[in-house]
Every structure is written in structure tokens, then in C-alpha cells.
């Protein structure tokens, strides 16, 4: 088949069932990474991580490297990191600060915004047809930020990143409404995570409410247990973090799942964010101070536990979590968790949120444990012809004022993910 | 007990990696003091366990948390038993800590098997060991993993 022309493809999504060619086929792996994850909008980094002129951080987009700059005018760019002479990464390194930027290979640099600066012995060009105007770096088709949240797009067309993040932007808000300062910033490091699954099996388990009494069974009860020998606030919290996922259908049941145009979702709270420590009221006190007290019980109210932005990027803006999710390869996914710190709050308030990171994200985490093997017996199983389908009609919804209500026993987010997966995928590219 | 030499420290060490390769988490937690602590970094250097995120960072019940957890019948992530091998290795005495404890630094290697699959994780241990009435007791143990900020699969039992 002609992957570019062929939109074939498309039909292997219905409404409530997915081929299961859909995790395992490399040929269908190729065209997603050209046909979704090369035209939405992916999460590239926080304008924090680049403060002043010349910091830069580089990110992978759709297995593509990029470079996230700040310019001498103060403008974020994103570049692809690759030299146009001969092809070299430019940046290497997860980010740093330069004057200009320098190929290691020939010497070359370039301007912070990617322009041609100079080329050793540029004279030996001299009648060779060479033209200097097109060997600037180039930059990614578009970029822009939203509220410090760096997207870029690899698709020169397409709805702009407002309207693509749609109603599902108030997660977003939310998170930055949460900083006393109004303003948040990347700190206290990274977790880089491999998972041996497709991407979409992934993101099928972010508001699958049904799995966590069957999965996490092995440390929801350790969880409990710790949680009463706890003698120390922030011990305590780890392991309620952990026994949360203990919560029966009946309160899994009621928690409201919304489902937005493009494939985005979030989904209730259904930890305890508040506290009576010290921090957390000198928190509340301090937001109250910016926000007064009825907006800053509107903002503390609004409890999401995580949100979806499809296909690449997951938030938890209570406890200030970001994960982005790069697929490698058709069985073989990255996904790295950053952690927000929010300005003006105090110090717990982030160690709390590092904590949880530490709880539920690190490739240590006893919940995630059994999460991945899960994943994995999916990967290992879906290969199986069996009938060739896979259901994905649990539970209903219902049309909402921004999107479709549901629970976090209903798989309408899943089909709400599949829904943008066919729209992408049966446009040619 | 009187101050313990390298030899001794070194045989606590050897002792202390059996255990976990023998999966006895219990009878390894109880090698720590009651207000001990188990931290391995998420990057190389790394200072502070609170305001930067950590590979491992427990305390004895959150410690106990886990090996219950590793023994539950329903801890899928362990239904392919996970078998390790641990060498202990290039022991120093790096000078007293405070209140007369012992810091230990120490190289290890260690090959995990689980499900066909094996991979080996390396790296310094630093001890913060207290010479009780009991033994030696560790009140800090830090791994430093020569990939601690690498992408990483899930790692479920202690290092």
C-alpha cells in the first residue's frame, strides 16, 4: 500500500471496538507517528525551563529531536535539532545556555532563532550554487504556549493550539490558578520511563476506573496498613496515595469522567488534596491573599485528578504532575514525568507533590508495578488473531455543555480517544 | 560494641546482600535503625531527597509497604519472580559520621532476572552505619546508580 494515500486504515476503529492490529502492526505504527503525532499539537517543555535569552531545552517530537529556545527578543521558538549542512544534532544534552548555537561537525553556527550566522571558509561555496538563504536552521512548522506550557506542531496546517486544547485548557488554569504567584515552574528533576506496550494501551488505563481494585490489589492493603503506622505527615500521605486505589465500583462509579472534541478527557479527584498541616493552611492563606476566599475555594474545588491531551500529554493538577508520552516504537513507549513547583507557596507544598511523583510515578512506584506488567500482558496478548476485535463499549454518556459525561466505569473516554484516532488517521499524510 | 573495622563492615555488607537476594525484606528492614532511611537518587549528585524526585526514598513502613506488597498473592509485577544477584565490592571506611557512626562507601553489581529478561544495575552504596548493643545498624543507606537518570523499566524490589 501507498502509507501516505492509504486512509484504509481508519476502518480498523469502529464505534466500540478496536482491531487489535491497531498495538502490534509496525506499518500502523508508522502512519500514526505521521498522521497523529505529526499534525496535534505535543508538549514540548515549560517556558520556566528557558528563563533568559540563549537557555535552551532540548525535547523529542514524534522521535524527531527539537530544540526549546528562548531568543534575543524574548520570543520561545522550537527548532529541530539537526544541522542543515550535513544533518548533525546541533544541541546535545538535555538543555543548557549558549551565545549562539554550534555545529560540532563543521562549525557552523546559528543565531538563537536558528539563522545562519557564519560558516568556516564560506568563500570555498563560491560558485557552487550554494545558497546561504536556505541554511538556516529550520524552525518546527508551529509553535506556541499556553499559560507557560510550551506545544509545537509538525503540521504547517491545522486548528491552532487554543482551539485544539479546547474546554479541556481549564485543567491547565487550574493548575496555574493553584500558585499563589499566579505562576509555576519546572523543578526537582524528571523521571524517564519505558514501558514495553503500544501508547494507546496507555492511555486506555488513565480513567479506567474498573482496574484499580483488580490491579492494585497487592498495595492498596499494604497502603492501608502503612497509612495507620504512619508517624509522619508526609509518610502518611504516601501511603494514602497508595490505599486510594482501594476504592470500590460503587465510588469509582461516581466519579465524573468528561470527554472533549479531539480525543482530550479528565476525570474527578478521588484523593484527599486538602490537609490540616501547617503548610497546607499557609498555603490556602496565601492563595486566598491573590485570589480571595471565594475564587480560592472555586480554584481548591476544582479537583481533577488527571486530564488527557491526545495524544502526547497527561497532567494530575492537584498534586502538580506532568507526563509526556513519546512513542518509540510499536511495543515501546517513553513517558517522563516532570513535577510543577507553584511560585509562592511553601516549600511542603512542593516536597508533598515531589512525594507523590515518588509514589506513583517512579519506576520504582508499587502501584505503577503492576500497572506495567498489565500493560505488557496486554501487549503480549493482543497479538492473538482471537475474534480480531476488542470491545469498548462499558458504560454510557451523556452530551455535556463541553463535552460528553461519563464515569470512571464507563470506556466512553476510550471511545472518545478512538474517535480521534480514526478522524487523524483517515486523513491522508 | 566497639568500634567495627573495615573487615567487619564488610562481612555487615556481604550479609546485608544476601538477604536481598534472598527476597528476606523483612529480616533486611530490620538491619536499619527505627528512624532509618533507604534513598536511591534519580540523578547523580543529587543533594536533597524532598525537593527533587527520587528513584527510591522510604522510610521503615513505607519500606514495609513494599515487601508487603512483593509477598501479596495479586502482585502481578512479581507473578515471574524476580531472582537478583548481588556482588559487594571495594569497601572504604570514608571517616566517622555524626555521634561516632560509621560512613561506608562500597561498589556493587547486581543482575535481576525476571521473565526471560536480565538486566544489571550498578553503582556506590554509601552507609551510614551506628554500632549498636545489636550490631551494626544502618541509619542511611544512599545507592548511587551509574544510570540514575536514564530512562528507566520498573524497578520493584530494593537495591
Known amino acids: ?429 | 560494641m566497639s568500634t567495627p573495622g573495615r573487615a567487619e563492615v564488610e562481612q555487615f555488607l556481604i550479609e546485608e546482600a544476601a538477604l536481598l537476594d534472598r527476597g528476606a525484606w523483612e529480616a533486611w528492614i530490620a538491619l536499619f535503625t527505627v528512624d532509618g532511611w533507604y534513598w536511591v537518587p534519580a540523578s547523580p549528585a543529587q543533594s536533597d531527597p524532598f525537593d527533587h524526585v527520587s528513584l527510591f526514598f522510604e522510610n521503615r513502613p513505607l519500606m514495609l509497604m513494599r515487601a508487603e506488597r512483593l509477598r501479596h498473592p495479586r502482585a502481578h509485577g512479581v507473578a515471574a519472580p524476580i531472582r537478583t544477584s548481588r556482588v559487594v565490592g571495594n569497601v572504604q571506611l570514608v571517616g566517622g559520621g555524626d555521634g561516632g557512626d560509621i560512613l561506608a562507601r562500597s561498589r556493587f553489581h547486581m543482575t535481576e532476572v525476571q521473565d526471560n529478561r536480565q538486566r544489571v544495575l550498578a553503582g556506590t552504596c554509601i552507609h551510614r552505619l551506628a554500632a549498636t548493643d545489636e550490631g551494626l545498624r544502618i541509619r542511611v543507606k544512599r545507592v548511587d546508580l551509574v544510570n540514575a537518570d536514564t530512562p528507566h523499566e520498573a524497578m520493584q524490589v530494593f537495591i
Open chain 1, 1 to 429: 500500500m501507498d502509507a501516505r494515500t492509504d486512509t484504509s486504515v481508519a476502518a480498523l476503529v469502529e464505534d466500540g471496538r478496536a482491531n487489535r492490529r491497531i498495538y502490534a502492526d509496525p506499518a500502523i505504527f508508522e502512519l500514526e507517528m505521521r498522521r497523529i503525532f505529526g499534525r496535534a499539537w505535543l508538549y514540548v517543555g515549560h517556558e520556566s525551563q528557558v528563563p533568559k535569552a540563549g537557555d535552551y531545552a532540548t525535547a523529542t517530537l514524534a522521535r524527531q529531536p527539537v530544540i526549546m529556545v528562548r531568543g534575543a527578543d524574548g520570543a520561545v521558538r522550537v527548532l529541530f535539532n539537526s544541522c542543515p549542512h550535513r544533518g548533525a544534532l546541533v544541541a546535545t544534552g538535555r538543555g543548557g545556555h549558549v551565545e549562539s548555537f554550534r555545529c560540532d561537525y563543521h562549525g557552523w553556527t546559528f543565531r538563537l532563532d536558528g539563522a545562519l550566522q557564519s560558516i568556516p571558509r564560506e568563500g570555498d561555496y563560491a560558485g557552487t550554487g550554494f545558497d546561504r538563504a536556505c541554511a538556516d536552521m529550520r524552525l518546527v512548522p508551529r509553535a506556541d504556549s499556553y499559560r507557560g506550557f510550551v506545544f509545537a506542531s509538525l503540521a504547517a496546517d491545522g486548528p491552532d493550539l487554543a482551539a485544539f486544547l479546547g474546554p479541556a485548557a481549564a485543567n491547565l488554569d487550574n493548575m496555574v490558578d493553584r500558585a499563589p504567584d499566579g505562576e509555576l515552574e519546572i523543578a526537582g528533576g524528571c523521571f524517564e520511563t519505558l514501558q514495553r506496550n503500544n501508547w494507546k494501551i496507555y492511555l486506555e488505563n488513565l480513567h479506567d476506573g474498573a482496574h484499580a481494585m483488580i490491579v492494585h490489589q497487592s498495595s492498596f492493603g499494604p497502603g492501608k496498613a502503612a497509612a495507620s503506622a504512619a508517624a509522619d505527615p508526609l509518610t502518611r500521605f504516601r501511603a494514602e496515595v497508595v490505599a486510594a486505589n482501594g476504592q470500590n465500583y460503587e465510588q469509582m462509579g461516581a466519579l465524573e469522567v468528561t470527554s472533549y472534541a479531539r480525543g482530550h478527557s479528565d476525570m474527578r479527584g478521588f484523593r484527599r488534596a486538602a490537609s490540616d498541616e501547617p503548610y497546607y493552611l499557609d498555603y490556602v492563606a496565601k492563595l486566598e491573599e491573590r485570589l480571595g476566599k471565594e475564587r480560592t475555594e472555586a480554584v481548591l474545588g476544582t479537583q481533577r485528578h488527571n486530564a488527557m491531551f491526545y495524544p502526547g500529554m497527561s497532567v494530575h493538577p492537584v498534586f502538580m504532575q506532568l507526563r509526556v508520552i513519546q512513542p518509540l516504537a510499536a511495543d515501546l513507549t517513553r513517558v517522563d514525568i516532570w513535577v510543577l513547583r507553584m511560585k509562592g507557596a511553601p516549600a511542603w507544598m512542593h516536597r508533598r507533590n515531589v512525594a507523590f511523583a515518588n509514589t506513583v510515578h517512579s519506576p520504582s512506584s508499587i502501584v505503577k508495578a503492576d500497572d506495567l506488567e498489565i500493560y505488557t500482558r496486554v501487549q503480549r496478548g493482543v497479538v492473538a488473531e482471537g475474534e480480531g476485535w476488542l470491545d469498548q463499549r462499558r458504560g454510557t454518556e451523556a452530551a455535556g455543555a463541553d463535552g460528553a459525561r461519563s464515569t470512571a466505569l464507563s470506556e466512553a473516554f476510550i471511545r472518545n480517544q478512538y474517535r480521534a484516532w480514526r478522524d487523524y488517521m483517515a486523513a491522508e499524510a
